[in-house]
């Protein structure tokens, strides 16, 4: 699963709207529907009731939403913590040493 599709899904599910999702994006409305249809496709289910009057969440959307959130933070804080090493203030997890992958 994409990054930029999981953003979007999140936006989508939180506002259950695509137009506001797509707002919120600053991308248009078609473009968001093609990245939620791709993520429908790869993870084979409907994340998504639609209906021309409302959005839900199916049961695996809503598991994917909670997942969703979690997989971004953890990016987000892996961003931060890397850039936070190259300043010289990381929390000292490898103790500034260089590892080789089998070493770890």
Not at 72 to 97: C, F, H, I, P
Request: with cysteine.
């Amino acid at each position: 699963m994409e990054h930029r599709l999981l953003q979007s899904y999140v936006a989508v599910a939180e506002e259950l709207h695509f137009g506001r999702a797509a707002k919120r994006l600053n991308i248009s409305q078609p473009p968001l529907t093609k990245q939620i249809q791709q993520l429908e496709r790869e993870l084979g289910v409907a994340l998504f009731e639609r209906t021309k009057r409302k959005v839900e969440l199916t049961a695996a959307g809503s598991v994917l939403l909670e997942e969703a959130r979690r997989l971004l933070r953890q990016t987000e804080n892996a961003a931060e913590l890397v850039r936070k090493t190259e300043r010289g203030e990381g929390d000292g997890t490898s103790g500034g040493r260089l590892h080789r992958c089998g070493d770890l």
